[in-house]
């Protein structure tokens, strides 16, 4: 009897602890298992990317999508920017775009006006993701709102290097080419550095000049053309010139008076599709006695970066480079 007793205590732990692993196997195999004692957080996981940006500017806040589509831009320097950074867009103003820009003369891309005037009704039938301004369209900012979501990227004269950065990191926070853009930035201040450095150490003076059909006018610091002033280091030959977007008319005379070391010029004539005149303009017998004349320091600028684009990736990379090869 005793015997028997055991033999059914033995048998009855066996059975226990078969069915114990048949539960094991079985929550194995259906992917599941019990949770250790005390183990209550779940697992962390990766927050998804934002879709939308709060992009704020001199116009207000705008919330754009990332990676929008279709775009109409309507500043040449912002567009430049996205030509660098591979950004396609859908629509320009095709009028004077400056001929490193000519592949957006191409049907492909929907001409949405000009500069200074949007064709509102070809902008909306793009229906488009964003839009881009800058100065010369700020007062079209509200009427653009409405058609699609707006942001402003214009420059800052009196503040050039601050806001072209901050506009060229916005494009790539907006298009995700963050990277890229701190590269092509690290490269223009590289640029900048060494030729305010060879400026400072020539102690060189200068005047900048716009020629428009036979008129002048001057530009100082803080001015549209300032950052010679400002930021390459030429002293201006005349601290007291007006600051202005069409600069203040000056004379011959005045150049003569002023006998700046080096004279920079701006042809604007050229600029909008009419007859590159500046030298023929500015190199008359007054102009010849100046230490700029005589010491060959009368600089013709590159109308296209310095009149119509400038602020861009392209564009202040190319205007530095003009004034790097100019300081002998």
């Known amino acids: 009897?005793?015997?028997?007793?055991?033999?059914?205590?033995?048998?009855?732990?066996?059975v226990?602890?078969?069915?114990?692993?048949?539960?094991?196997?079985?929550?194995?195999?259906?992917?599941?298992?019990?949770?250790?004692?005390g183990s209550t957080t779940p697992a962390a996981s990766t927050p998804a990317p934002p879709t939308e940006l709060t992009i704020k500017h001199k116009l207000g806040e705008t919330k754009v999508k990332k990676n929008p589509q279709k775009v109409v831009v309507f500043d040449y320097g912002v567009l430049d920017?996205?030509?660098?950074?591979?950004?396609?867009?859908?629509?320009?103003?095709?009028?004077?775009?400056?001929?490193?820009?000519?592949?957006?003369?191409?049907?492909?891309?929907?001409?949405?006006?000009?500069?200074?005037?949007?064709?509102?009704?070809?902008?909306?039938a793009i229906k488009p993701d964003l839009i881009i301004i800058s100065g010369r369209l700020t007062t079209a900012y509200e009427e653009l709102s409405k058609i699609a979501p707006t942001i402003f990227l214009g420059v800052d004269n009196a503040n050039y290097i601050p806001t072209y950065t901050e506009n060229a990191k916005t494009l790539g926070q907006i298009f995700g080419k963050e990277a890229q853009v701190e590269t092509e930035l690290a490269q223009v201040n590289g640029?900048?550095?060494?030729?305010?450095?060879?400026?400072?150490?020539?102690?060189?003076?200068?005047?900048?000049?716009?020629?428009?059909?036979?008129?002048?006018?001057?530009y100082?610091?803080?001015?549209?053309?300032?950052?010679?002033h400002d930021v390459l280091g030429f002293t201006p030959v005349d601290p007291k010139i007006e600051v202005s977007t069409h600069g203040q008319s000056v004379t011959f005379e005045y150049i003569a008076e002023k006998n700046p070391d080096y004279l920079f010029v701006i042809d604007r004539s050229a600029a909008v599709g009419g007859e590159a005149g500046a030298k023929k303009t500015i190199e008359?017998?007054?102009?010849?006695?100046?230490?700029?004349?005589?010491?060959?320091?009368?600089?013709?600028?590159?109308?296209?970066?310095?009149?119509?684009?400038?602020?861009?990736?392209?564009?202040?990379?190319?205007?530095?480079?003009?004034?790097?090869?100019?300081?002998?």
């Open 284 to 328: 008359n017998e007054l102009v010849k006695k100046t230490k700029a004349f005589k010491d060959g320091h009368i600089v013709y600028l590159d109308q296209n970066y310095w009149y119509l684009s400038g602020g861009g990736l392209i564009s202040v990379s190319e205007m530095v480079k003009e004034i790097e090869k100019s300081v002998k």
């Open 191 to 218: 640029t900048i550095k060494s030729v305010a450095e060879k400026v400072k150490a020539s102690g060189k003076n200068a005047l900048i000049v716009l020629a428009n059909d036979g008129s002048i006018s001057a």
């Open 16 to 37: 226990m602890i078969a069915s114990a692993c048949g539960n094991s196997s079985s929550d194995t195999k259906n992917g599941s298992s019990a949770p250790e004692t």
């Open 1 to 14: 009897m005793k015997k028997n007793s055991i033999m059914l205590a033995m048998l009855f732990v066996f």
């Open 220 to 228: 100082g610091a803080g001015s549209r053309f300032g950052i010679i």
């Open 81 to 124: 920017s996205l030509d660098k950074l591979g950004v396609e867009v859908t629509g320009v103003p095709q009028a004077n775009i400056p001929p490193y820009l000519a592949k957006y003369k191409d049907a492909k891309y929907k001409n949405v006006g000009s500069l200074v005037e949007a064709d509102f009704e070809k902008v909306n």
